[in-house]
């Protein structure tokens, strides 16, 4: 027997031959049992012989791709003269697992948003790695819109992106559909799920950019915040960090009906913003403005621009979501990208993981990091912080005196490299600059102002009457008294 078995387990190399050997083995004496060991990679067909209490056993390996059974395990005995399990078998040439019923998963992301997109990106790097799984895409067109087609449409699951006016959740809740929502609403709510980024990682790479650049207020925009209190409670978090970190912050609504993200045709006719306009108008210069998108930062830079305000000197304008839309603004838009790829992928995961076992252990999960995009709504056209920030600091500062020195010192680099980096960043010198700035700021109190001498000595922060004299003189090639007689003619 046990010659047999290694003769006809080492002759064959075809699995379907190696179980006609082991029904042969069936007219033996002795008893026989067949089994079937699957693995990911691999299966093994093990025979196994018992003659006289004796254990042995051929092995023949074959790669299930091409053939696969319906049993893991298969076992012949000869005391009952009966399987006890039945078996069969299929060639397979595709794949190496049981076909399987797919899972439908419906992405509901609203359009225009590009968040929308790096979530469709994160869900498509795990579809690829899902063979059982279809995911449908049915963009939400309108907040509060329903954006399933009518009927009873089948599908298995929803990752959504939604705002409270979206009752289409509750309805697949009610059908027991499981809901993930990938944005900052729908808290609490049973039979959603939410994935959502670290606030603070978001908040922080915010607050400190524009600390870097030396700016003391903070303006943070949204629209809609009345009828969306899970993002009203999320910007108003945002401000009491920044007022946490020394910063002035409030959270200000840009009001109309639709945002400038469902609505692009706002970007075209920004002229016929009345409360924009009057927001702007009220904020102390200079201001940090943070926008929740892309669409809504572009509409800021240009009624900004549109009032008279300088984008970056007045208002320092960021935006959020890394959409194309941000590169079109004038200027191009700074923004912060929370981890909104990252969080696609998590949507997936537990989505296969909430179908495949019926429920989850956590209502809200969190995903770490954010990045920015540093562009010239922020930094200037020097596309760096710290050349901004000391720009900056020569405007808030130029007409009491500045020192090269302080600011070769501020900028960490050596003088030469400080002064070749601004000029090519500014075209112009930094301490000629500082110049310009303080001579003609001095300019404005002698002729508007009607200030004396010795008055603009003491407010351009000059040590003496006869200092501020000689500096005016060196600079300007005039006197200030014959600046002042001038004017007056």
Known sequence: MRNKIQKNGARSKNPLMLLAQAWELLSNPFPVGICFVPSIHKTTMKIFSFPQGEHKEANHQFTPSSFYFSRKELHVCWKCFAVQYTFCYRLNRSHHSMPQTKKTIALIFPVN?????LLTAGVIERHLELRNWNFINLPRQTPGVNPLPEGNFPIDGAIVWSEPRDLYVKELVRRGIPVINCGMEWANEPGVVRVSPHIDDVNQKIITHFQLLGLNRLVILGHGLSARPGTHSVLQAM???????????????IGGEIGPGADPRRLLCYTEEPQLQKLLQSLPTPSAIYCTGDYMGHLVCSVASHCGFRVPDDFAIMGGGGEVIGELS???LSSVLAPMRAIGRKAVDLMVEWISKGHLSESHVIV????????????GKSGRTMLAAIHRYIEEHAITGISINEL?????????TFNREYYNAFGIKPLDE?????IAHARR????????????????GFSSQAAFYNYFTRHTGMKPSQLIKTSSH
Not at 113 to 117: D, F
Not at 408 to 416: H, I, N, T
Not at 434 to 438: A, I, K, T, W, Y
Not at 445 to 460: D, F, P, Y
């Open 239 to 253: 401000a009491d960090i920044a007022q946490g970190m020394g910063m002035d912050a409030l959270v200000r609504d």
């Open 368 to 379: 770490r990091g954010a990045d920015l995009i540093e562009r010239e709504s922020t930094v």
């Open 434 to 438: 500082v110049n310009q700035l303080r």
């Open 445 to 460: 109190l002698l002729i508007e102002n009607k200030c004396t001498i010795g008055e603009v000595a003491q407010r351009c």
């Open 330 to 332: 004038h200027p191009p």
């Open 113 to 117: 948003v590009g968040y929308s997109q």
């Open 408 to 416: 070769v010192e501020r900028s960490q680099l050596s003088a030469k």
